[in-house]
């Protein structure tokens, strides 16, 4: 999980340094398929975890939040092309 979502702030510092759109495009996918694993791992732990349920609704809602984000700019792009 640590792998997963400390990729997707590295993706994103990589897109925002891309070198063209189709670079920037990968970098920002790539950022929203590691936000669905972190979601993935999140939910996992949640599962096994009788701790902080709180704080698991928390950052799964925050991962959620980024995969939507990610979604829009990824379609945006597919648009204008």
Do not use: P
Not at 51 to 77: D, G, H, P, R, Y
């Amino acid at each position: 999980m640590v792998r997963a979502g400390t990729s997707i702030g590295a993706n994103y510092v990589e897109a925002n340094n891309a070198s063209s759109k189709k670079d920037f495009r990968n970098k920002i996918f790539i950022c929203k398929k590691e936000a669905q694993e972190t979601k993935h791992w999140l939910r996992m732990l949640q599962e096994f975890s009788g701790n902080n349920q709180s704080a698991f609704e928390k950052l799964q809602k925050e991962c959620q939040e980024l995969l939507m984000i990610f979604q829009k700019i990824v379609s945006t792009l597919r648009n204008n092309e």
